[in-house]
């Protein structure tokens, strides 16, 4: 082939077929391998949904009653019967009055226990029997609510209330038992209490014999649970 003619088909890029130039076939260029799936995500969706936290534990609640019950430790009144303000938390608990029911009612909320002895309204008189203010009226709330332990049974939990006299006694006191000792057959023997109005503050009572625990004249007749039993 002459030399002019290859340098013109290099050029071109044809190829001489039988004395004719045609075009040089274009390879396909190979196909893109496949993309590989992306990797999945998890996708979290809020609802708007709000899990309501569990209710605490009875042992929880006892010891929060216990903490708050020790926490006031001193408090004293004012004038005639006027607790720390603290105590009254809404409008149906009387200031001034007698105070014992309403520092156990105080601590018991503080600490937790949905279920109290209702405190009365202060037009209807803090000394009206059937409430809160009136010490002995938490042993008849206890009977009927199926928290009240006679002390004969010796079954005492910190939390408890403790109460002095037999409803519908007036000569009667009530306060929170803070710690209990057992003997080896778990029966309680001695308990410490905290008591609001005693000696016109929250006083701390150490170690007492269960059987022998009084207070203003009036024996200790039992125990009121701020929890279910």
């Known amino acids: 082939m002459h030399i002019a003619r290859k340098a013109w088909l290099a050029v071109t890029g044809l190829t001489l077929v039988a004395g004719m130039a045609v075009s040089n076939p274009v390879s396909a260029a190979p196909a893109a391998p496949p993309t590989a799936p992306a990797t999945p995500v998890a996708v979290t969706i809020d609802t708007g949904a709000v899990t309501a936290a569990p209710p605490p534990s009875p042992a929880r609640i006892r010891a929060s009653i216990v903490r708050h019950a020790m926490g006031q430790v001193g408090k004293r009144e004012t004038g005639v019967n006027n607790y720390p303000k603290t105590y009254q938390y809404n409008r149906t608990i ?136």
């Open 94 to 229: 009387v200031r001034p009055a007698e105070w014992c029911g309403v520092f156990v009612n105080w601590a018991w909320y503080m600490g937790g226990a949905t279920r109290r002895p209702a405190m009365k309204h202060p037009t209807k008189g803090w000394n009206t029997t059937d409430q809160g203010h009136y010490a002995t009226y938490w042993q008849k709330w206890g009977k009927a609510n199926k928290r009240w332990r006679p002390i004969s049974k010796r079954q005492v939990e910190k939390g408890d209330a403790v109460v002095y006299g037999n409803y519908p006694q007036s000569i009667a006191h009530i306060g929170v038992v803070v710690a209990v000792k057992k003997d080896s057959r778990g029966r309680v023997t001695h308990v410490k209490t905290v008591e609001g109005n005693a000696g016109d503050k929250v006083t701390s009572f150490t170690w007492r014999k269960i059987g022998s625990l009084s207070a203003r004249g009036a024996k200790a007749s039992g125990f009121v649970s701020p929890v279910a039993m």
